[in-house]
């Protein structure tokens, strides 16, 4: 039993899965940002245009 404890304490493998995980999240979390803050920015400039343009 104690050398199936530590055999599981050493496995790393679902760390590894894990890291990845949460950096593909924070990844998704900054792309999801960018692209609300360009899209509310690219309306007003569309915006502007189209007043100016009636």
């Known amino acids: ?3 199936l404890f530590s ?3 050493k496995d ?3 760390a590894t899965a894990i890291e990845y995980g949460l950096i ?3 990844i998704s979390v ?3 940002t960018a692209v609300k803050l360009v899209g ?3 309306s ?3 915006n ?3 007043q100016n343009l009636s």
Request: charged share 15%; hydrophobic share 50%.
């Open 44 to 46: 007003q400039t569309f």
């Open 48 to 50: 502007k245009i189209a």
């Open 12 to 14: 790393e493998s679902g």
């Open 30 to 32: 900054i792309i999801i």
């Open 40 to 42: 509310s920015n690219l």
């Open 1 to 3: 039993m104690k050398s």
């Open 7 to 9: 055999r599981f304490v």
């Open 24 to 26: 593909g999240a924070l």
